[in-house]
T-cell receptor
Framework: AQSVTQLDSQVPVFEEAPVELRCNYSSSVSVYLFWYVQYPNQGLQLLLKYLSGSTLVKGINGFEAEFNKSQTSFHLRKPSVHISDTAEYFC????????????FGSGTRLLVRP | ETGVTQSPTHLIKTRGQQVTLRCSSQSGHNTVSWYQQALGQGPQFIFQYYREEENGRGNFPPRFSGLQFPNYSSELNVNALELDDSALYLCASGAGTYEQYFGPGTRLTVT
């Protein structure tokens, strides 16, 4: 079975500070990895994805993530956050052999303070 | 190009009733998936439809059912509503690949 673990339920950070949101996954087969963001009362928006190739992937809004196969991690980073980055962030995976079912972590709430 | 839309935005139902939620897929997409997001949790996969056939199902009972229409719109039906069915229901469409684009969701409250 596959699973996604987001260890931090909430991450408070001051505006313009760097941030890292942690994601670890477990899977017996190869997977694709994703980060989604959910603003209050909205659906999910894709931030970035890892399919293959370079382990450092860049997404929208200045976010990037690094795939680490040995540590089965896919941490999300941003060098300088803005108030508008306050939202819920979800890490997710899809199995390469049955790419229809997204499996999500429980989410991390990023709270950016002035 | 229009995005994924869902209706209604909010809905209140009584335990034991039935509900139908609707989704209009993004133009050019031929798969639609439904997810349930309980408060404070990540979305859980309910099922996916591809070319009007169910293409995969998560751990949800048969009282959760769906339909996909030729114009790629979709419905999620839930019978015999239970209090635990209260959640945000998300629809996502895709073009047969791993990428899924989400709608804004329908907030269902069961009392």
């Amino acid at each position: 079975a596959q699973s996604v673990t987001q260890l931090d339920s909430q991450v408070p950070v001051f505006e313009e500070a760097p941030v890292e949101l942690r994601c670890n996954y477990s899977s017996s087969v190869s997977v694709y990895l994703f980060w989604y963001v959910q603003y209050p009362n909205q659906g999910l928006q894709l931030l970035l994805k890892y399919l293959s190739g370079s382990t450092l992937v860049k997404g929208i809004n200045g976010f990037e993530a690094e795939f680490n196969k040995s540590q089965t991690s896919f941490h999300l980073r941003k060098p300088s956050v803005h108030i508008s980055d306050t939202a819920e962030y979800f890490c997710a995976l899809i199995r390469m052999d049955s790419s229809y079912k997204l499996i999500f972590g429980s989410g991390t709430r990023l709270l950016v303070r002035p | 190009e229009t995005g994924v839309t869902q209706s209604p935005t909010h809905l209140i139902k009584t335990r034991g009733q039935q509900v139908t939620l609707r989704c209009s897929s993004q133009s050019g997409h031929n798969t639609v998936s439904w997810y349930q997001q309980a408060l404070g949790q990540g979305p859980q996969f309910i099922f996916q439809y591809y070319r009007e056939e169910e293409n995969g199902r998560g751990n949800f009972p048969p009282r959760f059912s769906g339909l996909q229409f030729p114009n790629y719109s979709s419905e999620l039906n839930v019978n015999a509503l239970e209090l635990d069915d209260s959640a945000l229901y998300l629809c996502a469409s895709g073009a047969g690949t791993y990428e899924q684009y989400f709608g804004p969701g329908t907030r269902l409250t069961v009392t």
